[in-house]
């Protein structure tokens, strides 16, 4: 079966291809942005969610330059133990959810 179209209708399809090819050439892909130093509190740090998304989400803003540098995350967790051992857990996990190629 044949689709009968209108004659401009490519002319048409082509200019606004052109006008927004235009336009997305004219703006930045990502505008410059300034980050204010915070102190980020995270509870339930060795919890699956904060193992497997928000501590991989983290380094890979600090790897894109997206943190500031004075920026403190505060990793809260109920499960008693030493600092060097919670920050090995959590490198352990960072390794196994982070692409290697990152």
Request: hydrophobic content about 45%.
């Amino acid at each position: 079966m044949a689709v009968a179209r209108r004659p401009d209708a490519g002319s048409l399809c082509d200019s606004w291809l052109l006008s927004l090819n235009a336009m997305v050439s004219r703006t930045p892909l990502m505008p410059a942005i300034t980050v204010d130093p915070c102190t980020f509190a995270l509870f339930g740090a060795l919890g699956d969610l904060a193992l497997r998304k928000l501590f991989p989400a983290l380094y890979q803003l600090d790897r894109a330059g997206l943190l500031h540098a004075d920026t403190r995350i505060l990793a809260l967790a109920r499960d008693p133990g030493d600092e060097g051992g919670h920050l090995a857990f959590i490198d352990e996990h960072l390794r196994r959810h982070v692409p290697a190629r990152e």
